[in-house]
């Protein structure tokens, strides 16, 4: 009896082990050996051979951050947290430990994380992207994390709708006219992966243009806050939203 006590003491104890040393990674987020580049609104974690890449986000997100801030209407709190990776493997365990590398897409390239920022380098090559694209993208993270900051409950269609919209990530034509419009329960998913395979980059980003084209940013914004209810805010459904937005993707 002792011997078998014994036994499922020791296997626990592996298990959990296990698990602490599979999620350590996420909880561990600045780069090994990190140096660290500050200004009003960030603060970015790097590694030491990546002076250069580091050097380049730290500009653009300084240079952009005010003009973003302001276009949310939303005021600075306190600077975001930006962690630079050199490699796509690093960035993955950052995710949700080492089990992320097992289905992590290979075109991914950043994430925000309870308001943070975490990205590869720029100068990382990346199936997919370019450098320029790499780049941009962490404008795309910046807006995530401050719609973290104004509204924690915003659907993720709406949440990447905004970052693609506000970091000028314009798609191209084929992006969303070779797709099937997403359903409504489509649009709903909190699924990254089925996101991107349905054109959710391209569809939210067309999304947010429509509502803006036709409601005014102003309506864009209160809604994003959490400020009312479809009806509330634009005085229509989300159906009827949904409908005039299919009319706006048909005829363009």
């Given at each position: ?179 099937t419009i997403p359903s ?36 864009v914004i209160a809604y ?29």
């Open positions: 009896m002792k011997k078998k006590k014994g036994r499922l003491f020791m296997i626990v104890t592996s298990v959990l082990l296990l698990l602490v040393l599979q999620t350590l990674p996420a909880f561990i987020l600045k780069p090994w050996g990190s140096k660290t580049l500050k200004s009003y609104f960030i603060n970015l974690y790097y590694q030491p051979s990546d002076e250069k890449g580091a050097r380049e986000v730290f500009d653009l997100l300084s240079e952009k951050s005010d003009e973003i801030y302001e276009k949310m209407k939303f005021p600075r709190e306190e600077p975001i947290d930006v962690y630079i990776y050199k490699t796509q493997n690093q960035l993955a365990i950052r995710e949700a430990g080492f089990i992320t590398l097992t289905f992590a897409p290979s075109w991914h390239i950043g994430d925000s994380h309870w308001g943070n920022i975490m990205m590869v380098s720029p100068n990382t090559p990346v199936k997919g992207h370019t450098h320029d694209s790499i780049l941009t993208a962490t404008l795309h993270e910046l807006v995530h994390a401050i719609n973290y900051r104004i509204n924690k409950k915003l659907s993720y269609f709406w949440d990447n709708g905004l970052a693609t919209y506000l970091a000028g990530q314009i798609p191209d034509d084929y992006d969303y006219k070779s797709r409504i329960s489509d649009m709903d998913t909190n699924n990254g992966l089925k996101f991107a395979s349905m054109g959710g980059y391209a569809f939210s980003y067309k999304y947010i243009e429509f509502l803006d084209n036709i409601y005014g940013w102003d309506k994003a806050a959490g400020q009312g209810s479809y009806e509330e805010v634009f005085g229509k459904s989300e159906s009827q939203i949904y409908d005039e937005w299919c009319i706006y993707l048909r005829s363009q």
